[in-house]
């Protein structure tokens, strides 16, 4: 098991999220690798859910079609278990309960650690009933990250002081998706977290490009982008590994181009 800290270690962390299954699970293999090679630190796997509440129309997209491919949670555990000895970095899976519930919660745990998953992330579980969730994890060493988002005002201080792996900071309310413009104060939370805790913060939902990426850096440990990336391989599908491994070096090299 890899810790998810080792991704902010001496620099900035550009995290990428990919749908697994999206156009189909060999592209998911070679975008994974492509990613790897282009400087992304950690990576955020997806998997297709058929009703993603935290997800915008994009990522929706994504995982409609990746499910109608024939996409199962089985066969995204045989994917990363074929790759994972090749890929050195820190990988999560992204996820929602149901998913959790419909495999049996042990028993996806147990594989997670069997094929070198490091951690999750479950949008639809609160910080309050995250006690149901965390002993599975912990039984397994897989680190359950959390989130904490505009709205959590109070509750920053005593998520963060919980969180394990990477605190995961929701630039804006609402969904994922490409944002033009980000005017939370990102500042404000991730001080208010290191103010109890010492866990690396990565900004997340609406970040597309180095600019952006950048800006979030010099006030975060990192920056997670995924809705830009899955909309370059909704454009060009099985093409994509090219383009989106020039994106992600784009983005990566801005990430690392902040001191730390």
């Given at each position: 098991?890899?810790?998810?800290?080792?991704?902010?270690?001496?620099?900035k962390a550009f995290i990428a999220f990919l749908t697994a299954g999206d156009p189909d699970l060999e592209t998911t293999e070679k975008l994974i690798y492509e990613m790897?090679?282009?400087?992304?630190?950690?990576?955020?796997?997806?998997?297709?859910?058929?009703?993603?509440?935290?997800?915008?129309?994009?990522?929706?997209?994504?995982?409609?079609?990746?499910?109608?491919?024939?996409?199962?949670?089985?066969?995204?555990?045989?994917?990363?278990?074929?790759?994972?000895?090749?890929?050195?970095?820190?990988?999560?899976?992204?996820?929602?309960?149901?998913?959790?519930?419909?495999?049996?919660?042990?028993?996806?745990?147990?594989?997670?650690?069997?094929?070198?998953?490091?951690?999750?992330?479950?949008?639809?579980?609160?910080?309050?009933?995250?006690?149901?969730?965390?002993?599975?994890?912990?039984?397994?060493?897989?680190?359950?990250v959390s989130l904490v988002a505009p709205t959590s005002h109070d509750r920053i201080t005593k998520i963060a002081k919980d969180a394990e792996g990477f605190l995961y900071v929701v630039s804006s309310l609402g969904v994922t998706g490409v944002r033009s413009e980000i005017k939370t104060d990102i500042?404000?939370?991730?001080?208010?977290?290191?103010?109890?805790?010492?866990?690396?913060?990565?900004?997340?939902?609406?970040?597309?490009?180095?600019?952006?990426?950048?800006?979030?850096?010099?006030?975060?440990?990192?920056?997670?982008?995924?809705?830009?990336?899955?909309?370059?391989?909704?454009?060009?599908?099985?093409?994509?590994?090219?383009?989106?491994?020039?994106?992600?070096?784009?983005?990566?090299?801005?990430?690392?181009?902040?001191?730390?």
């Amino acid at each position: 098991m890899i810790k998810l800290r080792t991704a902010f270690e001496n620099k900035k962390a550009f995290i990428a999220f990919l749908t697994a299954g999206d156009p189909d699970l060999e592209t998911t293999e070679k975008l994974i690798y492509e990613m790897v090679k282009n400087g992304v630190d950690l990576i955020e796997i997806g998997i297709p859910f058929s009703d993603p509440i935290a997800e915008g129309v994009v990522i929706q997209e994504a995982d409609i079609r990746s499910l109608a491919n024939g996409t199962t949670t089985e066969k995204i555990f045989d994917m990363v278990e074929k790759i994972r000895p090749n890929v050195k970095i820190p990988l999560v899976f992204m996820t929602y309960m149901n998913v959790l519930f419909g495999y049996g919660t042990d028993k996806f745990m147990s594989r997670c650690k069997d094929i070198g998953i490091d951690g999750i992330i479950v949008p639809d579980v609160p910080y309050e009933e995250k006690d149901e969730l965390l002993p599975y994890c912990h039984k397994y060493g897989i680190e359950l990250v959390s989130l904490v988002a505009p709205t959590s005002h109070d509750r920053i201080t005593k998520i963060a002081k919980d969180a394990e792996g990477f605190l995961y900071v929701v630039s804006s309310l609402g969904v994922t998706g490409v944002r033009s413009e980000i005017k939370t104060d990102i500042n404000e939370i991730v001080s208010l977290a290191k103010s109890v805790s010492d866990i690396p913060c990565a900004v997340g939902f609406g970040i597309s490009t180095p600019e952006q990426a950048e800006k979030m850096c010099s006030n975060a440990d990192g920056a997670i982008v995924g809705s830009a990336i899955v909309k370059i391989i909704a454009k060009y599908g099985k093409d994509s590994v090219k383009p989106v491994g020039e994106y992600v070096k784009s983005m990566a090299d801005a990430c690392h181009s902040v001191s730390v």
